[in-house]
């Protein structure tokens, strides 16, 4: 078991005329604190504390300040070091997140202004971070120290967070038993993998789910839509959050069984589809876009990202164009008959009819063997040499590819897939 700690980064997205103002008088009362306590050498902590007890500011910032003081005093700081635009600090249990994966802006920060007073405000999380983001909405992981700061006129967050993880195993990228992983809406999550002669084995699909989350989605538009006619405003935000709660839970199942699975795989590696590829080519009309873009991919995704890390199996992604549409044994393109089903178009080929989320996640596991993956972990390894990990500018989330997610599903079960 390792420990690891990271800072994540959120971009507060624009605040308001009251809570810019509000966010500015936090940080000017901070830095008075803080240019008070150090002009009058607070080397302990109840030195600092007799000093910023004074100020408009949130217990968490007092907290925070008392402990960094004596630090820069203890270090021989000078004045010059206290600029104007020294981040504002809060103790770990200061901020508070929420999550409403239905919305176009998914995370909510509630951020302390003084002792009785707090702003919530909506953040974009940096996308390659998004899964130690969802172990901190969890309780998977430890959040640390945060700070507050204005950066070219935009606010932002940095949090630390500390969790433990497993240790990946030392297996080559050859040597893992890659596992793809084809998420979707009639079948929630769909893994398969191969075995040593190169046959397709064991594929699991998670369909009842799929119609769970499916049927509480549509529940929610359809009452939502009737609640706000009626002006019922508060009663819809409240069912909402009931409903996506449910979804919540049934996510947090699927993904911990997911991981099961890979467990139960010599040396395995979760291979997923590129979500940065997908949302750019989407264009479906008004009504799918809407499902298409609320639905959960890039949450499922981040949670099985950060539930593997924990269990030490790592986890790859490979570009995701046409997984859905050539077929696993010749490569050729097919069709869907049905949606639950796809037939090869070459005539010579034996598979004939597979189920079409098993024929995907293949697809997606072969795609890791070919070694495309691996030469995207180069060449992002190369890009990112002698960075630190702090985040970057944190960008819009992705969602599902496949334009068959609008079909109606048919029902499938666990059981031999090839006819």
């Not at 204005?150 to 195993?169: A, C, K, N, P, Q």
Request: glycine share 6%.
């Amino acid at each position: 078991m390792t420990e690891l700690t990271k800072t994540l980064e959120l971009k507060l997205v624009d605040p308001n005329v009251h809570k810019r103002q509000k966010l500015r008088e936090t940080q000017d009362a901070y830095q008075q604190a803080l240019q008070a306590a150090f002009a009058a050498g607070c080397d302990t902590q109840s030195a600092a504390n007799d000093v910023v007890v004074e100020y408009d500011l949130s217990g968490y910032a007092k907290n925070a300040l008392k402990k960094y003081v004596p630090q820069l005093c203890g270090n021989s700081y000078d004045a010059d070091k206290l600029h104007d635009d020294h981040p504002v600090r809060f103790t770990n249990e200061g901020l508070q997140l929420d999550h409403q994966p239905q919305n176009a802006i998914e995370w909510y920060v509630k951020v302390p202004h003084h002792e009785d007073y707090h702003l919530w405000i909506p953040a974009r999380a940096n996308p390659e971070q998004r899964e130690w983001l969802e172990a901190v909405y969890a309780d998977d992981a430890e959040m640390g120290e945060s700070r507050l700061f204005e950066r070219d006129g935009t606010w932002y967050l940095h949090i630390t967070v500390t969790r433990d993880v497993e240790d990946e195993s030392e297996a080559s990228a050859d040597e893992r038993t890659p596992i793809g992983v084809d998420i979707g809406e009639a079948s929630l999550v769909t893994v398969c993998h191969r075995d040593e002669s190169g046959s397709p084995v064991r594929p699991e699909l998670w369909a009842d789910d799929g119609k769970t989350v499916r049927r509480l989605r549509k529940t929610y538009f359809t009452a939502k839509r009737r609640l706000q006619q009626r002006g019922s405003e508060r009663i819809a935000e409240s069912y909402g959050d009931s409903l996506w709660d449910q979804i919540d839970d049934v996510f947090h199942r699927v993904t911990r069984e997911v991981v099961a699975y890979a467990e139960s795989v010599e040396n395995p590696v979760l291979v997923l589809e590129d979500l940065t590829y997908i949302r750019e080519n989407m264009d479906y009309g008004e009504d799918m876009n809407r499902r298409l873009h609320g639905w959960g991919f890039a949450k499922l995704h981040a949670q099985i990202r950060y539930k593997a890390a924990e269990k030490g199996i790592p986890v790859e992604t490979v570009n995701p164009r046409n997984t859905s549409k050539a077929c696993h044994a010749c490569g050729e393109h097919g069709y869907r008959p049905r949606q639950a089903t796809f037939r090869c178009s070459n005539d010579d080929c034996w598979l004939g009819e597979y189920q079409a989320d098993v024929n995907g996640a293949i697809n997606i596991a072969d795609r890791y063997r070919s070694g495309e993956s691996h030469r995207q972990s180069d060449r992002t390894s190369r890009q990112k040499a002698g960075d630190d990990d702090s985040a970057t500018d944190g960008a819009s989330l992705t969602g599902p590819q496949d334009s068959h997610a609008d079909a109606e599903n048919q029902q499938t079960t666990r059981g031999t897939y090839a006819s």
